[in-house]
């Protein structure tokens, strides 16, 4: 397939990224806290339309107080809203000196229906006495364009990496005679297989932790996630952006400075042969211009990675369902803002391709079975195991309060190594982790 489609859409969905960083810049989403009264009022003045979810905490002690329903009352209407049970957060330390209140609360928050306000408007909250009442509060200004901007992002990063998915790959087949038989060794794709040594995976994960640690800490110093009410989204937004850049980083650098030509390392290896090296053009070569010692790879079918992804997705949100998380999560608070969601959303989905790039592309790809390999099967299934087992163990901090998410994460991963090893190619793992960080998330922003 012609390189120009997939060029075109990678470009738009840059361009529609930044466009959408530009909007979210306009927009003033954030919280606005308040300590109800004796007679468990909180009031809250807006000045233009918004959108409001409400979040209502008590410390640990008064958590039986915590009602099952809350009343929101605005000129325009008045919403009874039917709250999750009371589960546990954490308040930064700024923010608990500040107004007075433990650090360690219990909240409820909305199951899903939140109150959208016209206009200069004043909003009440019906809530029990001296309650901390958190207004989540996305301004409605920009949101359809945002939202129709996240979409033009999405679907023309999914084409665009489902276009270099199905490209025809170059098979670069060294074979070598054993007993008196020709032996094909794994086929190679000239354009993404790196001549890895076997130590680059462990010295790739190393540093890449060690270099997002560090712009993750920069970040931090910039914008103290003490000075917002929601760390953990804080944290969240540095950790996708601090990963991506970092895995980005480490394996552009192992591309660079540790690839040797294919051709040449291929000669190495088998000297016996005056031409080790057999390249397949076309997808579907006749049988008669096909030599021998080729084996071709099978051009992948983008749809094998969506619904796949697609799949998982779903799988993940039934397991939500049937095991709720004990805390209020970083992804179910940031998702009360509109601005905040989008925001992960597009860190979430730019995190597919950096996390693949160095766990099935630097690590896996370091582990798997080399052209001269006698078992290639055993080699290529322990490369699989050691990618997943970091895979899971980096989001274990993300996912610390409802562990049961790493089963889906772990899959995954599993997947992605499978389509890796099978289509000697990393772009069907980008398109399949993509699409079930996007699936995962465009219900909240949909809605």
């Known amino acids: 397939m012609r390189p120009l489609p997939a060029i075109i859409s990678i470009t738009l969905s840059v361009i529609a990224a930044f466009a959408l960083l530009i909007f979210m810049g306009l927009r003033s989403d954030g919280e606005i806290i308040g300590i109800a009264d004796q007679s468990g009022n909180a009031v809250f003045e807006f000045q233009q339309s918004s959108k409001l979810s409400v979040f209502v905490c008590l410390p640990e002690e008064r958590k039986s107080d915590l009602p099952e329903q809350i009343i929101i009352t605005s000129s325009q209407s008045t919403e009874q809203l039917e709250m999750i049970p009371p589960r546990p957060l954490t308040f930064p330390s700024q923010f608990a000196e500040t107004y007075h209140v433990q650090q360690q609360v219990s909240c409820i928050a909305p199951l899903d229906t939140v109150l959208e306000t ?32 996240f ?16 490209r025809p790959h170059q098979n670069i087949i060294p074979v070598r ?29 190393v540093l890449a932790m060690v270099l997002s640690f ?16 929601l760390p953990g989204y804080m944290e969240f ?26 051709p040449a390392l291929v000669a190495e290896k ?9 390249i397949v053009d076309s997808p579907t070569p006749d049988a008669e211009s096909t030599p021998k010692s080729s084996l071709r790879i099978p051009i992948f079918k983008p749809w094998i990675s969506i619904v796949a992804a697609v799949g998982l997705a779903v799988t993940a949100a039934l397991l939500t369902l049937a ?43 370091s582990l798997e079975a080399q052209p001269d390999s006698h078992h290639p099967n055993i080699e290529n299934a322990i490369a699989i195991t050691v ?52 699936t995962l998330l465009m219900p909240s922003i949909i809605i």
Not at 126 to 139: C, E, G, L, T, W
Not at 237 to 262: H, P
Not at 270 to 278: Q, R, S, W, Y
Not at 399 to 416: M, Y
């Open 151 to 166: 979409f033009v992002f999405l679907l023309s990063l999914i084409y665009g990496i489902a276009s270099l998915s199905r």
């Open 118 to 149: 016209e206009g200069p408007d004043s909003v009440s909250v019906s809530v029990p006495p001296n309650s901390i009442v958190i207004a989540a509060v996305s301004k409605l200004e920009y949101t359809a364009l945002s939202k129709a901007l």
């Open 237 to 262: 937004t540095a950790m996708l952006c601090s990963n991506f850049f970092a895995f980005f980083a480490i394996y552009i650098v192992f591309a660079k400075f540790r690839s040797r030509s294919l």
């Open 177 to 205: 005679q054993r007993d008196g038989l020709f032996i094909a060794a794994p086929a190679m794709d000239a354009d993404t297989w790196l001549p890895l040594k076997r130590y680059d995976g462990v010295l790739a994960f």
């Open 387 to 438: 990618a997943t087992a970091l895979f899971v163990l980096v989001h274990v901090p993300q996912s610390i309060e409802h562990l049961w998410a790493l089963i889906p994460i772990g899959t995954v991963s599993i997947i992605s190594g499978c389509l890796k090893i099978h289509y000697r190619s990393i772009f069907p793992s980008i398109l399949l982790h993509m699409t079930y960080n996007a």
């Open 214 to 229: 560090g712009i993750a800490e920069c970040i931090d110093k910039v914008i103290p996630p003490a000075q917002t009410l």
């Open 323 to 365: 095991a709720p998380t004990p805390g209020i999560t970083t992804i179910e608070m940031a998702s009360h803002l509109h601005s905040t969601l989008i925001l992960s959303a597009i860190f979430a989905v730019f995190a597919g391709v950096s996390e693949e790039l160095l766990f099935r592309g630097l690590i896996q790809g």
């Open 270 to 278: 088998f000297p016996a042969f005056e031409n080790p090296v057999t």
